[in-house]
């Protein structure tokens, strides 16, 4: 046969393939999330994400460094306080002496690089498991947002890099660029998380944190009035131009591997760099296929990550960041 285009040729072996691949995946690309526990010498696996734990600041130290020297650039930072320290308000969110505060303190501290970006919502300090204030049985919009300011002021006063606000109140992004301007924190940055569908893929990390919304008649028994109907993009773009007007830095799509088309939608709209978040359900599946010796996790770990720059991430929140990076420094 002759025949023109052979695209074979460029796939011949692996020298002519690295030479032409459109994509590559490297540790700079990583934000590594954290679970944050009180108290000492505690580290406690999450039962549904194997190899992910709940660390006290002892053990953070020493997770930090070891992912300081595997190239990984950034966390994302997770608390788990006691029910006794849960409220209606979140007060707790913004205590100058905090868990939250505390560690970024101390991983300024340890690695004085490594980009910190503590998420801004009030779950895991609330009674109810919203990432808002209830008031007549509701998520109230705008005293959350208020409450994320006071929350993201003293992230930036203990030292954050970037706060990462995953709570979806309206208006809460430029409430958070004024009151950071107006303490001064003008280098502090925001990542916000502009199209986080209500999922149910978020179910290991509401077990990790023990976050998940209460059982009780009195209020909604999912996070539907604030974060996104799954069923809709177009609605991800006007998010995503809203939180670019407000003075957001980067912007976040999450869940991820399901939602690669919003990653698209977005970073083909707006010239911002985009990040997506590999959720804990998504870590889940891998693990428990992985373990049933129905998938490769290696591959499928790589192949996951890579598809989702492909589709336009420039950066990806993933519980697999450490492992990724030692297979790409071994590569
Ligand atoms: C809460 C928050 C959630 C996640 C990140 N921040 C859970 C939720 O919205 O209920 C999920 C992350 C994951 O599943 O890995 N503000």
Redesign the pocket.
């Known amino acids: 046969m002759f025949i023109y285009n052979r695209h074979r040729r460029l796939r011949k072996n692996e020298s002519i393939r690295s030479m032409v691949r459109e994509n590559h995946l490297s540790t700079n690309d990583f934000i590594m ?1 954290l679970f944050i526990a009180e108290g000492e010498g505690v580290k406690v696996e999450v039962p549904s994400m194997p190899g992910i734990y709940r660390n006290s600041l002892d053990n953070v130290k020493k997770e930090v460094q070891e992912a300081w020297d595997l190239g990984i650039k950034s966390v994302n930072i ?1 608390c788990k306080v006691s029910d006794n320290l849960k409220d209606n308000t979140g007060k707790e969110a913004w205590n100058p002496n905090g868990l939250m505060q505390n560690t970024i303190k101390l991983i300024k501290d340890t690695c004085p690089d490594m980009i910190v970006m503590p ?1 801004v ?1 009030l ?1 895991p300090y609330s009674i109810f498991g919203h ?1 808002g204030i209830i008031e007549n049985g509701q998520v109230a919009n705008d005293q959350t947002v208020d409450a994320l300011v006071r929350m993201t002021i003293s992230h930036a006063e203990a030292g954050a890099d970037f706060v990462a606000p ?2 979806m109140m309206d208006g809460r992004i430029g409430a958070m660029r004024e009151g950071l301007e107006e303490n001064g924190f003008d280098n502090v940055g925001i990542m916000s998380y502009a199209a ?1 569908y209500a999922s149910s ?2 179910g ?3 077990e990790a944190l023990d ?1 998940a919304p209460v059982d009780n008649m009195e209020i909604p028994k999912d ?1 539907k009035t604030y ?1 996104m109907d799954y069923h809709n993009a177009e609605e991800a773009l006007r998010e995503a131009i809203a939180d670019v007007e407000e003075g957001a830095d980067i912007l976040m799509v999450k869940p991820g591997m399901a939602y690669l088309d919003i990653v698209k939608l977005v970073k083909d709209n707006l010239q911002v760099p985009v990040s997506v ?1 590999q ?3 998504e870590y889940a599946m891998i693990k428990a296929a992985a373990e049933k010796g129905w998938i490769d996790h290696d591959k499928i770990m790589l192949e996951t990550l890579t598809c989702m720059k492909r589709a336009g991430a420039d950066l990806i929140t993933t519980y697999f960041a450490k492992e990724a990076a030692r297979l790409l420094n071994d590569q």
């Open positions: 999330p997770y998420d919502a779950d990432d995953s709570d986080k893929f978020y290991p990390f509401r976050s996070k974060q978040y959720v804990s359900g």
